[in-house]
């Protein structure tokens, strides 16, 4: 008896707005494929339909993704491919499918991309801010005190920042970009290949009061793109990694003459001024 060889499990990004931004090798797989694993199988239905295919869907979203993994991979064991799909853009990017696809891979499947649309990278694209370097932070805490924290931690990142966000949090977001990165540029790609596609630029104060004069502004998904952090000099670099070093050897217990020495070594400058600003920290403990 021949034996089927184990099927494939294609990660197939979908459009973001447009439809034609569906790629033809997407059309090709999605037809050929036994069956379809997505986010929403009533949205992804409407693809499907526009498409002219009814194919069997499972669904694969943040709550059931886990108890999923064990039956897609008898699909797959069985020979079957199978589509991951998301609602809209690449699966995995702020979306279900990275559990399925790390456990596949470790069970030795064949997982393979099929690129297309991305509404990141779509807005880095057009937004007029650097791109050689980011970091993209998905969605921000919805809590104003779990977004002001991780704020906090992002600010000081020299690379462009890139977030996700949804209309009825969108100006909370904006505020707290207000208190804490004023004065950076931001750009908000939103609605995104769509009719009302819009990118606007400004200070976090300044499209505060443009969302306020237009709230049509506030309406629909937002791409947030935030200028990075200017570098940081040299000598403010290093008098922060001295700081560093002159609190630990102060909290190991190393005395304030040998830490001096420590510090003249490895940053220079006069024992005695290290010395001085020791004991200036040591009085605060």
């Keep these: 008896m021949t034996h089927t060889p184990p099927g494939t499990l294609y990660v197939v990004a979908t459009p973001i707005g447009n439809l034609d931004d569906l790629s033809a090798r997407a059309v090709r797989l999605l037809g050929e494929v036994a069956r379809v694993a997505a986010e929403d199988t009533r949205h992804s ?7 002219g295919l009814n194919k069997p869907m499972i669904s694969l979203h943040e709550h059931n ?5 064990d039956s897609l991979d008898r699909y797959l064991e069985a020979g079957e491919d199978i589509a991951l799909i998301s609602d809209a853009g690449t699966p995995l990017i702020s979306d279900p ?43 921000l805490p919805a809590k104003p005190g779990a977004r002001r924290q991780a704020l906090e931690a992002w600010k000081v990142r020299e690379e462009t920042l890139v977030f996700y966000e949804s209309p009825h ?16 540029e931001v750009v908000l790609a939103r609605e995104l290949t769509k009719t009302f596609e819009t990118f606007l630029h400004g200070t976090p104060a300044s499209l ?25 000099a040299q000598s403010e670099q290093q008098a922060i990694d001295a700081d560093t070093l002159l609190e630990t050897l102060l909290g190991e217990g190393v005395g304030v003459k040998q830490a001096a020495s420590v510090a003249a070594r490895l940053f220079g400058g006069r024992k005695q001024t290290w010395y001085a600003r020791l004991q200036g920290m040591k009085g605060e403990h």
């Excluded at 969108?170 to 004065?183: N, R, W």
């Excluded at 306020?212 to 200017?230: K, L, T, W, Y």
């Design 45 to 51: 239905a409407r693809l499907l339909s526009h498409l």
């Design 65 to 69: 993704e886990a108890g999923r993994i």
């Design 97 to 139: 499918g990275f559990l399925l696809v790390r456990e596949l891979r470790a069970r030795n499947r064949h997982v393979v991309p099929i690129p297309g649309p991305c509404a990141l990278i779509a807005a880095l694209s057009a937004a007029g801010l650097p791109t050689d370097r980011f970091v993209f932070g998905g969605f």
């Design 169 to 184: 949090r969108i100006v909370h977001t904006l505020e707290a970009l207000h208190e804490q990165l004023e004065g950076r």
């Design 208 to 232: 505060l009061a443009q969302l306020s004069s237009d709230p049509n502004q506030a309406r629909g998904e937002f791409v947030v793109i935030v200028a990075g952090a200017p570098p940081v």
